[in-house]
């Protein structure tokens, strides 16, 4: 049972707080803690501390709208994220680290979470690595977060083992939120979208020519 709650660095790493000044480097830019160590299964640290880290498994942990969240191809390598709703923000593809309970489901919701009853876009059974997780604590054996062996051998960074259907996504007019299937008010404000490029709006005038008598 032991082994299939998850390696011991998961629960550690989602109980821990991020975003928080690193008591080493608060003089410095950019010293806030969204670091973690699976291996030394300790706090949170700052990108300046990454030198007593060499060498070790590491995962950044990012933010939207308030809620930590981990990129796809950073955690997917380390356990099996299956059943867990991902999303796309920014072209990136993300999960929750915990869950996220909303006061009442919308009309019309077709999928929730199976823990917290947050509506989901798609037909997963969670919204989180902790909702998972707790799945696994009331007892379904279907559940686990181990890779079958050869599960994860020739998977590229940026698939997903557990999509069961392509997450499209756009952005509105006023420039940051994105829209459709997969999300809802989740914006990643550690990752912007590319600067679009730049044109002349002042078009030179075409050479004039005399109208045929």
């Keep these: 049972m032991g082994i299939e709650m998850g390696p011991p660095w998961l ?3 989602l109980k821990t707080d991020y975003f928080f000044p690193c008591p080493f480097h608060s003089d410095s830019n950019k010293s806030e803690c969204n ?3 699976l291996d030394c299964m300790g706090n949170a640290f700052c990108s300046y501390c990454l030198i007593h880290h060499h060498g070790h498994r590491l995962i950044q942990i990012r933010r939207s709208s308030y809620h930590n ?3 796809i191809n950073e955690i997917q390598k380390y356990i099996d994220i299956s059943c867990i709703q991902p999303y796309v923000i920014n072209s990136a593809k993300i999960l929750f680290l915990n869950e996220r309970p909303q006061p ?11 823990i917290c009853a947050r509506s989901l876009p798609d037909s997963f059974r969670f919204c989180s690595l902790g909702c998972k997780l707790n799945g ?5 054996s279907d559940l686990t977060f181990s890779h079958k062996r050869g599960a994860f051998d020739g998977l590229d960074s940026d698939d997903e083992p557990s999509t069961p259907k392509k997450i499209a996504f756009s952005y509105d007019s006023s420039g940051g939120r ?3 299937s997969g999300s809802s008010d989740e914006n990643l404000n550690s990752m912007s979208p590319d600067t679009p490029p730049l044109f002349n709006r002042h078009r030179r005038k075409g050479i004039p020519h005399r109208a045929p008598f």
């Design 104 to 114: 009442k489901p919308g009309k019309g919701v077709t999928y929730t979470c199976e």
């Design 11 to 13: 629960k550690q790493m």
């Design 178 to 180: 994105p829209s459709g």
């Design 69 to 71: 969240v981990v990129r």
């Design 35 to 37: 670091m973690y160590c």
């Design 136 to 140: 696994i604590k009331r007892g379904d």
